[in-house]
């Protein structure tokens, strides 16, 4: 399976802000992105442009994309579907990306990152419905219920996420204590946090 490897600081650094990459790091003084807040590359801190429209657009798109952790091919397949569905593509595209199974998995709280609940989703720790999933891909409706395996619970790495971490269960998701969610509704367009403008977005793959 195709991914990316290098380093995902560097991705927060050429967006110029925090993408929340690597979890806990992300809110310490050791997040690169505190010590060198440019660009990277040998000419990043010197490289002043007048930002284009289209540059603009395309940032926004490679934002949505890192932050979810898709590929490119992935991220059009995508946006091609939320453009055949009713409604505005925009917030289609961000729903869609939000009912990943991976994505619930971290903001259920069991996961510091998405690349770390996508890890627990592929090593076979996260049932839907009361059966194991491994796509992190996997998108979820309405009414279904995402849980931890019996044993999952007790892997020091996710209690440890569980009492550290001081993440709030998004409004369209109900805990069922601490180690299963439920769907209740779709997600809105209000309750989902990424700082990402989704309508440049479409503006840059309607051309």
């Not at 289209?54 to 453009?83: P, S």
């Amino acid at each position: 399976m195709a991914r990316y490897t290098g380093p995902v600081c560097r991705l927060c650094r050429r967006e110029k802000m925090k993408l929340y990459l690597k979890g806990p790091k992300c809110d310490s003084m050791k997040c690169p992105i505190e010590r060198r807040p440019y660009p990277p590359g040998e000419h990043g801190r010197d490289r002043v442009r007048q930002g284009s429209e289209y540059q603009g657009q395309l940032r926004e798109k490679q934002k949505a994309r890192r932050i979810y952790g898709l590929l490119e091919r992935q991220f059009v397949n995508l946006y091609e579907e939320a453009n055949r569905q009713s409604g505005i593509t925009g917030e289609n595209l961000l729903k869609m990306l939000e009912l990943r199974l991976d994505n619930v998995s971290f903001r259920a709280g069991w996961g510091s990152s998405r690349s770390q609940a996508r890890q627990f989703v592929r090593h076979g720790h996260v049932l839907v419905n009361g059966k194991r999933v491994t796509i992190p891909s996997y998108r979820l409706r309405k009414g279904d219920v995402v849980s931890l395996k019996e044993k999952s619970r007790e892997l020091i790495v996710i209690r440890h996420n569980q009492d550290t971490l001081d993440r709030q269960v998004p409004p369209w998701l109900e805990a069922d204590g601490a180690a299963s969610v439920t769907v209740r509704d779709l997600p809105l367009r209000e309750h989902i946090d990424v700082p990402v403008r989704e309508q440049l977005i479409v503006e840059l793959y309607s051309k």
